[in-house]
């Protein structure tokens, strides 16, 4: 049985490879873990950092600068009451955001955050998690119709014509990364691990390969995602001041709740996606340009520099904390909180565990980025029309998708055509 | 003409300068929300607010002459004011004043018409009650003035 465990851990490879159901399911585990944790700190960064770019404060009161804000909103949801409408249709209305939950984390099973650290590494990678994150689209369209009532049904129409037209525009900027794939070894992939190999092994990310196609794929790419899952400025199925809250008007609760996460794991997994196809997934930045041991050693370190500087941050917040007898366990708690995150800076020190977290670290921090720039889209774009939506979707998106992938195909076949016209010439 | 704002679009040039102004007001140091209970606004000189019966600095005495102008220019007749004459120094004093604020609606001419600035209505602001009684303030309560809870700080 322990032999069983520890085997795994010299293979290298992915759980789902190795074969192991053991650490499959701690993978699993830590996955929908993680994301949940994610979910939360969206929560509180998208309500601080969209104050911030109002010009207003944000949650202050709950915790330090209201860090435990969504502790408290989770638990708010969880003992609210649970109302189903009467007239509803009860089984269609329940599963609806079982539906949505289970295809928004079951994406996660195949992102790499690592090389090791996926859950499996299918050969379909990228076609499963497009795939099952078009099925939410279903759970959307049954929260609509369930609910037995005027907003969430325009709402849930309206998503799913947006999703659909907006899937084909980010289909095309797919195809043109993965035919990228093929360039060396002459067979493309799916696989996401594949897909980050192969931008090893071509020596750049395939945002920068073809300059501007690869650049261009993925300017596609990342305005579909934000269509595709409903984020502003394309937030039309649950525009608040047109259809109260869209799809989910009729649902409280827990049930709401669930809407909510499946929401934030999506915008979570498309962001994946577009790290791992044009962004180098794992790898840390500049792995050619910035190359050599050295350079390797020096960026070995951020991790735990990242978590010094938080820790920092925290002690800096416990110093300037009113030193009266109310703030007394938000001081004792935000210095706990610090020490904590320090201590896990320390373990990141360790050469054993940053050479075997640093992948994570790196893949987590592109993510990250594309987090922020969702909020920072939502506190800035007002919201489009449905009209511009769909022009935008099906006469801009669409043709320029095609191009690129017709044009990436050609400059790839580059060397090919060459000699085929120099041979007619001849 | 023409060319240049087809640029413009395809470059999303005008999203780009939307995106650098809601950046550059990210430092909380820009946030203009005032932290109500731990930080207190400034109030205007001219705010009416809490009415207040003001006394004489140096002796303590009431300013007011009890001579009733005050609740004959009050819209609402929210004030009642009662006295007699003092025999010994043959001056009007107070018996009984009040003042029910939860009909008042700060129109200031009670204040107005005092002859002798006794009526004042402060800056002070915060009048809210979880019950009618205690709305309707006496003399003593009048003179005292507003107490509000601190917020620590």
Redesign the interface.
Known sequence: MIEYIKGYLSTGTTPGEAGNLFWATIYILLVIVGVSVAVLCMNWLERK?L???????GP?RVGPHGLLQPFADALKLLIKEDIIPQDADKLVFWSAPVVVTMTAFTTFLVVPFGRTHAVTDMNIGVLFMLGVSSLGVLGIIMAGWSSNSHYPLMGSLRSSAQMVSYEIAMGLAIVSAVLMTSLQTGTGTLSMIGIVEAQASQHTWFIFKFFPLGFLAFAVFAIAMVAETNRAPFDLPEAESELVAGFHTEYSGFRWSLFFLAEYSAMLAVSSIAVTLWLGGWMRPFPSLLGGPAWDMAFSFLPALTFFVLAAGCFLGTIRM?K???FRVQTIGLGTFGALLGLVGLVLLVPAVSVRVQDIYWFVVKVAFFMYLYI??R???PRYRFDQLMKVGWKVLLPTGLGVLIATALWGLMPQLSAAITGVLQ | MKLTSLVRKILLVDLVKGLKVTFHYQPPSEAITEQYPLERPVIFERFRGQPRLNSNPDTGESLCIVCNLCALACPEQLIVVKGERNPATKRKEVVSWTYDLSRCMFCGLCEEACSTDALELTQDYEMALYSREGMVLDQAALERGQEPERYAK
């Open positions: 950092i104050a911030h770019m109002q010009i207003r404060l202050m009113p009266i007898p109310q920072w889209y506190g800035t774009f």
